[in-house]
């Protein structure tokens, strides 16, 4: 019984050996030309959507930075108003206008005179920045995902 | 350079920044990892993409490739799950495509007819097209064996790697896969009278 086991192993190596040979030479089944290239364009398409996630991440945190910081210079800059006279002259204008008419220079002056400038240029210049961080933002994010919703920078182009 | 694992040299040339050794490790395996998808894909996936998805699939995990591996072993890994990512997502097709269609113990394989191919038999698989379509007659999950094991070269304990069962399994299904494409073979036409 052994030697008819050891004769059909054989006859099994023979048959698994010469299939090998005849499947070995199956030519392979080529990538068309250019493969590389298409997939080194989808790394790098992923390369720049990583660099514009993180300055978009980027500029998410410092618009939410700059929000912070425009509110509480605006919680400043308010109670520095309600203290100034700036009010009191807005109400003349509204409320007394013949007289405004005729002491406009004076009255305009004092009107800016009365205005906390420095609190109010570092508002404005922190607002500036955050709308200068949005508008950023948004060009970002339509450079990702433009009006059709599509993403062009789709990787597999 | 470490002329035993060029390989390894390549991807930590690469993730020093040396941007052609992505190239060179790419472009020695492309063309096998190609095949393999290319002869295992259902027709109504697109084997570029898939093999497109797989290398980039690969880039993404570079930095964590354990580097006493062999590159190929774990290339053929992400190309197998991406195909069966692509599977699954394609409701029509059964998701377990790779498994062979008869169990895997040895009990279960059948014993051989006892006949040597004959060689005019085996003559007939000099075409490619008929070699060809002998290997597409066999299930995914032996084709995948027969594939990795005979055209592009990788250890049955490779294999076993890719696919994620033990070399013992794997070597089942290969003695199973030769043994079904000897049946076919001889039930092919022109090999009616002989043997």
């Given at each position: 019984m052994n030697q008819i086991d050891a004769v059909e192993r054989k006859k099994d190596e023979y048959m698994a050996e010469s299939l090998e040979k005849a499947l070995a030479k199956i030519p392979a089944k080529l990538p068309p030309p250019g493969m590389y290239g298409r997939i080194r364009s989808g790394i790098d398409a992923e390369i720049q959507l990583r660099s514009l996630r993180r300055k978009a991440f980027g500029f998410a945190s410092g618009f939410v930075v700059l929000t912070a910081v425009v509110a509480v210079f605006w919680s400043v800059l308010a109670q520095e108003l309600a203290q100034s006279a700036f009010f009191d002259y807005l109400k003349v204008l509204w409320m007394d206008r013949d007289v405004v008419a005729a002491n406009w220079s004076s009255i305009g002056s004092s009107l800016l005179e009365s205005l906390p400038v420095v609190n109010l240029m570092v508002w404005l210049l922190f607002s500036f920045f955050g709308i200068g961080l949005v508008w950023i933002l948004v060009q970002t994010w339509s450079k990702t995902h433009p009006h059709n919703g599509s993403n062009h920078l789709a990787i597999y182009t | 350079m470490d002329q035993s694992n060029p390989d390894a040299d390549l991807v930590k040339a690469y993730l020093r920044g040396d941007d052609d050794a992505l190239r060179f490790l790419y472009e020695r395996h492309i063309p096998g990892v190609f095949n393999f998808i290319s002869r295992l894909?259902?027709?109504?996936?697109?084997a570029e993409d898939i093999v497109q998805d797989a290398f980039i699939k690969a880039w993404r995990s570079l930095n964590r490739?354990?580097?006493?591996?062999?590159f190929k072993t774990w290339l053929f890994t992400i190309a197998k799950n991406t195909l069966l990512d692509r599977v699954k997502a394609?409701?029509?097709?059964?998701?377990?495509?790779?498994?062979?269609?008869?169990?895997?113990?040895?009990?279960n394989i059948e014993p051989v007819d006892g006949q040597p191919l004959p060689d005019a038999a085996l003559q007939l698989l000099e075409s490619d097209k008929a070699a060809s379509d002998l290997l597409d007659k066999l299930d995914p999950g032996k084709r995948a064996v027969v594939v990795m094991h005979v055209?592009?070269?990788?250890s049955f304990r490779q294999i076993g790697e890719v696919l994620g069962e033990p070399m013992d399994t794997v070597k089942t299904r290969y003695r199973r896969a030769i043994q079904a494409l000897s049946k076919h073979l001889k039930d092919m036409p022109g090999t009616n009278n002989l043997g």
């Open positions: - | 894909a259902p027709p109504e996936l697109d490739f354990d580097q006493s591996r062999s394609k409701k029509s097709i059964p998701f377990s495509f790779l498994d062979s269609a008869d169990g895997e113990s040895p009990s055209l592009e070269d990788l």
